[in-house]
């Protein structure tokens, strides 16, 4: 087996460390890669074809919901203003990309192994596939998402798609990273050494690696990404560059490291995993929800210790709003929301934006929000149109608007003549109103023009009525 980065043969063997594969590091350049011979590859595809996948459901259209965000996102500048591309995409699994580019006015096109993925994409998004991409046309965007890390000899994979692409043509990349953070960016828990090397990913990027494939082919990337989803390019055709070669017992040793760390994790030992391995994001995580859940100021003092390398992760900022929110520290949490927004769009963050955005009492707002929501995941419809219908109900109508403000003319009418007097006796801003009769307010006895604008419970009790001041006359 040749090294796909530098070409050579000699290999580092860790037969012990992955229960269900054998790892290998070059010792060259030091590429980490699961054990692929050369005649193991059409039982791979076979198993691609086969067993890969079962038929789709529900949460396959809510995980391609959350990946259309980060396509949106990414190729906004690219795709902006431009119709008629031709596209295709390597590894199209139901279609779904495809579909999107197609209602853009894009001419698509896609390959995929596994059949039901196939079945699909031609009978529920009206995108049929082949198995390999026709070679007698040329591609203005060639997508190859998360699909990379299947691939053996990726390299050459990469080097055929180049020939069909067009000289002012991009290849779109995106694939998980690994030996950096320890997270999982599809959000799935890291249970395991072998759950996070899983054996299907058969090559295991660094980010330096997979930028050597880019180096050694002469493409150059224009824009990249790590927050979306792994790590995600946008490459042109450039200058071949030599490879940046990594000492390859360093590799052992991260490795070494990041197996030891998980195995104290999987037992709850979440101190000893982030002390062995401090770019551990769940691990961080975990003992300031879990183990520090009763003590606050060292909650408060483990998030501000956080190593700066992983503060902006998106696990750790996810998880201090979700902390923050339930701290009732909503200003807080709504500030830190829009800015994991600007860096990685999703529903999850947009729901506690939202539910920020109820308990400030700002309805509309919250209303919009939750509406997106809805449309985008289906699972969560009800709820969401119930907390869409709630903040409906919280807003006063026209007619109760229109009585406020009669209120509040009558009420500053009155103290302009002196009609009423107010004074605030301490800092508890405790209201005293005297000389005015409550025969002398047309609209009853008790003025209520001091309000927080919030009212009342609500779905579930999850929104605790607050404190409404009001201004009561000296005969009440």
Known sequence: MNCYICGEKSWIELKDFHKESVLLICKPCGNLCHRVEEQDEKVLLDFYRKEYRKAPNHINLITTGNKMLYHEAFLKDFLEGKKGLSCADIGAATGYFLAWLKKLGHRVTGTEYTTTFRRVS????????????????????????????????PD???KRYLEVLKDDGRIYIACPYWLEEIWEPSGTPISTFENWFHKNHINLFSRNQLKNIFRKLGLYWEKENYTYYGQTYLLRRGEKKTIEQEDWQRVLDILTKVKTAIEFYSKGKFKQATEIYPDFPDAHTRLILGTYSKE????????????EKIKQNFHIRSSKMGWLIQRQEFEKALVLGEEILKDKPNCDTLNNIALCLTRLGRYKEAMSIFSVIASRNP????????????????????????????????????????????????ETSEVNSEGLSSKEIPMGGVVSGISDGTHGNGPDGIYPKQGIETVRDSAS
């Open 296 to 307: 606050p100021e060292r909650q408060i003092d483990a998030w501000e210790s956080l190593p």
């Open 122 to 153: 031609e009978h529920f998004y009206g995108i049929p596939l082949t198995e390999e991409l026709q070679s007698d046309r040329s591609y203005d965007l060639i997508s190859i998402y998360h699909t990379l890390e299947h691939l053996s000899k």
């Open 379 to 426: 699972t969560v419809w009800t709820s969401s149109t119930d907390l869409t219908l709630w903040c409906a109900a919280q807003m006063p109508s026209w007619d109760e608007r229109a009585m406020d403000q009669a209120k509040d003319m009558l009420f500053k009418e009155a103290l302009n003549t002196g009609k009423i007097k107010v004074e605030l006796k301490d």
């Open 156 to 158: 050459e994979k990469i």
